[in-house]
């Protein structure tokens, strides 16, 4: 039995496989498993690795949060988040909590994350300028969160939108993330103290953070894989929920379960309380 | 009694002020308490902050190698962290033992950074180049740690190297970071898949991974400094070493300690046995 740990991509390969092992008559199965930080499986109620990514964004986020509150003037911190099809990741800071464990005299405990943009609305420079605005109204420094992949309404990514034409000392063209564009916009468009903080690989390493919710799951995960291979079972990929189940490894190969469009709020810069029943 | 907290900037504010309570003959004290975790305060044999963000890093850094070391392809990872003038952060990083808690079967653990470059050494592309050859030779994944102040012989910064007339798409002058501009000259000259990582205010702000020994020191300095203030002293900053200590804050006021070349080894590309037990 081959068990493959992975994403969309995997369970192409889990498909595939399975198809010529058929087609062959091989002795042999392959099973599916879910891991992506991405939390964008279908049919799975989410993915192991997830929770890992969103523990370490809340607890990150709140650091920054707190670094930033401070200094005696206004800022904004555009943190950009993993998250090139879907906003899974950027969408749960919106259940992050205040830290309480340190708290700031005089400073009333509010949720870090004052905005939030995912792939799944279309993003407005426009928009965006006049929520942290908005926001500036209340809070002196104001954290917006983005996923890598906010895209404006003509589906080109705000991350490539400094490219144009541009070339660095080298002579290649500047590729810049979506963090760094909205860094510079708010620059030329506010004027404050503006940082923007891009979480990279850490999202998705930081051991010393995992969940111990997704450790116990991970595990119990691989060993219902067993039981469906002691079954007989191939083809298929493992379902995490309330109970594991399993589906056609087909239902999930290369398809993408996006952000609920009713978990986000009317004016697309942050969740629903539906959402936050979820996380 | 004033008690100051912080790095040269500060201790110059505690002479400033200690000069006009004198001038005015008032009934005032004021007392200087080192924390900057750049450790780069003259006297004291280190500065509370530092040990935390060296941990953060230590931590950090081990979990990025764990990230490059699982792809079976020739990567470089740049990982740039704080220091303008001086390179403790960065040094530290030779002292980062390798993580084994996560072994990875079949991979002989090393320790997570190869090359450490810092602001002491005037910075060149082509030893650097050379230096990741020669590194490339041994390891598939290779990791240099870079002080964001790394400059070259003419005193020009390397992150502002990529400046040079160019602006973006708002118009403005694009300020890159040495750890961006040292993956395109990768991309460049070796080719290979390379990222380059901002640790950014991370570093400074990671509550969740403070040094123990660090809060315990923290909290005995501020002690040590009541117990000064008690003995009638003023415009003095306390220092730490095996014993408390304090020193006349001009001495510290405005001043750098820098990384003592006698421990950076010949190559200028890493640390000393003698700073291995400093650290």
């Known amino acids: 039995v081959l068990f493959y740990i992975g994403g969309n991509d995997s369970m192409d390969t889990v498909c595939k496989l399975d198809k010529y092992i058929n087609e ?15 939390n964008d499986l279908p049919v799975t109620h989410h993915s192991p690795g997830f929770k ?7 607890v990150t986020v709140n650091e920054i949060a707190r670094d930033s509150m401070v200094y005696n003037c206004e800022s904004v911190t555009v943190v950009e988040v993993m998250g090139r099809d879907t906003g899974w ?10 830290n309480d464990f340190f708290p ?3 400073v009333p405990e509010s949720p870090p994350v004052h905005l939030i943009y995912l792939p799944e609305v279309p993003f407005s420079f426009e928009q965006f300028i006049s929520d942290i605005k908005q926001v500036q109204k209340q809070h002196k420094s104001v954290i917006a969160a983005v996923s890598e992949g906010i895209r404006f ?7 490539s939108s400094a490219q144009s034409g541009q070339t660095d000392i080298f002579g290649h063209s500047y590729l810049s993330g979506a963090g ?6 708010i620059q030329r468009e506010i004027g404050c103290k503006v940082r923007s903080i891009e979480l990279n690989v850490m999202q998705r390493c930081s051991a010393h953070l995992q969940s111990v919710t997704d450790i116990v799951q991970s595990e119990a995960a691989g060993a219902y894989a067993v039981e469906c291979a002691l079954n007989g079972l191939s083809g298929i990929m493992v379902t995490l929920g309330r109970q594991f189940s399993y589906t056609d490894a087909a239902n999930a190969a290369n398809k993408i379960k996006y952000f609920p469009a009713e978990w986000i709020n009317s004016q697309g810069n942050g969740i629903t309380p539906e959402a936050l029943k979820y996380f």
């Not at 062959?24 to 991405?38: A, E, H, N, R, Y």
């Not at 309404?153 to 991350?159: E, F, P, Q, T």
């Open 24 to 38: 062959k008559g091989l002795d042999f199965q392959v099973i599916g498993i879910p891991k992506t930080i991405d």
């Open 104 to 106: 700031v005299l005089g």
């Open 180 to 185: 760094k564009v909205l860094e510079r916009l």
């Open 153 to 159: 309404a003509d589906g080109r990514y705000v991350g």
């Open 89 to 98: 990741l950027a969408a749960s800071l919106g259940a992050a909590a205040p």
């Open 52 to 58: 890992s990514a969103a523990k370490y964004l809340a």
